[in-house]
Nanobody, 118 residues
Framework: QVPLVESGGGLVQAGGSLRLSCAASGRTFSSYGMGWFRQAPGKEREFVAA????????YYADSVKGRFTISRDHSKNAVYLQMDNLRPEDTAIYFC???????????WGQGTPVTVSS
């Protein structure tokens, strides 16, 4: 497992934007990919977005396509989630993940809360 540290969550009004960051610390990062999941109160954790570390291919849940953008920075072993046009239904704890996202997860971050007010 690789320690993952998220940041960037917070409170925003509907229609606003937030940018989440996730950094992999420790040894040289060699994961197949990274991504984001989220878990809303009373609901199961769900996939949000993923990126292949080497080639940069991206994948999104239908609910966030066109609003969220995932990107990576090799030099910082970091992945980012730019969230635009946020909706109240995007309110959740957002978790960073590493591995063959979304099917096989090797490491999880501790989660960062995102609250979107109407």
């Amino acid at each position: 497992q690789v320690p993952l540290v998220e940041s960037g969550g917070g409170l925003v009004q509907a229609g606003g934007s937030l940018r989440l960051s996730c950094a992999a610390s420790g040894r040289t990062f060699s994961s197949y990919g990274m991504g984001w999941f989220r878990q809303a109160p009373g609901k199961e954790r769900e996939f949000v977005a993923a990126i292949r570390w080497s080639v940069g291919s991206t994948y999104y849940a239908d609910s966030v396509k066109g609003r969220f953008t995932i990107s990576r920075d090799h030099s910082k072993n970091a992945v980012y989630l730019q969230m635009d046009n946020l909706r109240p239904e995007d309110t959740a704890i957002y978790f960073c993940a590493a591995g063959a996202v979304p099917t096989v997860i090797d490491s999880w971050g501790q989660g960062t809360p995102v609250t979107v007010s109407s």
